[in-house]
């Protein structure tokens, strides 16, 4: 168990009953203290750490640039200010190429405050993630858009959209959780699919860009407030401007927590077919 965690931090198996009970997991990202606060606050269950800070804190166009340091160095900063979410961090690209990198950078993660690691795709990650599991590091999959593999899948597209995809994607999510990740994050997938995903496993699956039927939903926390520069991706919304009306950052966290509990967001218009 991470040494920052205490008696009131949210466990994998919290998450996992909040599946069972079919209540609705809230994910959102954070990069420093002042926002972790903040969703803390709100009472979001799940902080992510998401290597997304390339983008939009780095300014990066990509998220491929982020080191093992910007991930420790942000995830400190974070813990500082945790309370009771879980705190899961993203692996950067190339640091889980062998078992044994893979193992060394999730400690390290830990060590900076982490509860759970998260890694991007399947088979060869599921055999990391095996490897991670039996050293009691909790692990968060990610299926369907993998922003690390942006550059071999052809861009930002939405993915499983062919049937052989989609069933290879299925049995993808049944592979990481006999390997024994805690959590499934699906991004930019045919909502039709999620639904598929998430009723074919009991672990519980966080969507982004996958529509209404996923366990609980992520969204990456500037595209919440107004933040990301450039076009804001379909599957997000901008709480601050649309549902809070201005009125604050601590406002707009909490639409964003109330909607998703009462299945308000997404709706079908922020997923795809
Ligand atoms: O890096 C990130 O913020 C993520 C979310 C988009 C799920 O992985």
Redesign the pocket.
Known sequence: MNPQTTGKTIRPAEIRAMKQRGEKIVVL?AYDASLAAQLEQAGVEVI?V????GMVVQGHDS?LPVTMEDMIYHTRNVARARRRALLVT?MPYRSYTSAEQTLENAQRLIEAGADMV?LEGAGQVARFIEWLSQANIPVCG?LGLL?QSVEELGGYKVQGREQAAADKMVEDARALQAAGAEMI?L?CIPMSLAGRITEAIDIPT?G?GAGPGCDGQ?L?SYDLLGLTAGKRPRFSKDFLRETAAGQGIQEAIAAFVEAVKQGRFPTEEHAFK
């Not at 998401?50 to 800070?53: A, I, V």
């Open positions: 990202t992510l998401g290597d997304s800070l998220t993203d998260k990610h922003p994050v991004e966080i982004i992520v990456v």
